[in-house]
């Protein structure tokens, strides 16, 4: 019986280089290095890529915010529960159905704004 050698997948396989780069603060050339298993990557760099790709890590269009123990936090200050955010598409449907029912109200027309920046 021969035996066959055994080729594991990269941990970055299915990845660029480029990303790799963002998440782990290394040069392109190096997450190139990275992923074809000439260069082993640091147990910071493994740990970078794992929080990022295991979507642990704010991205950088959440600029300002952050993730404490008792909610999210805006730049702003104001903290968001989790709670709340599990109730908030049923707040939206709720304040969609109000601005559909009552569409002659004063007050619809101001859900009906929040409702269109949502």
Request: glycine share 6%.
């Amino acid at each position: 019986m021969a035996f066959r050698k055994v080729t594991y997948l990269s941990p970055f396989y299915g990845y660029s280089p480029r990303l790799i780069a963002s998440w782990c603060d290394v040069t392109v050339q190096t997450a190139r290095a990275y992923k074809n298993g000439s260069k082993r990557p640091s147990r910071s760099v493994m740990r970078l890529f794992r929080l990022h790709s295991k979507l642990k890590v704010l991205g950088e269009s959440w600029e300002g915010w952050a993730i404490r123990d008792d909610g999210i936090v805006d730049p702003d200050g104001n903290v968001t529960t989790r709670p709340q955010l599990l109730a908030y598409w049923a707040v939206m449907q709720y304040a969609s159905e109000a601005a559909r029912i009552d569409q002659d109200a004063p007050w619809a027309d101001g859900l009906r704004a929040l409702l269109h920046r949502a």
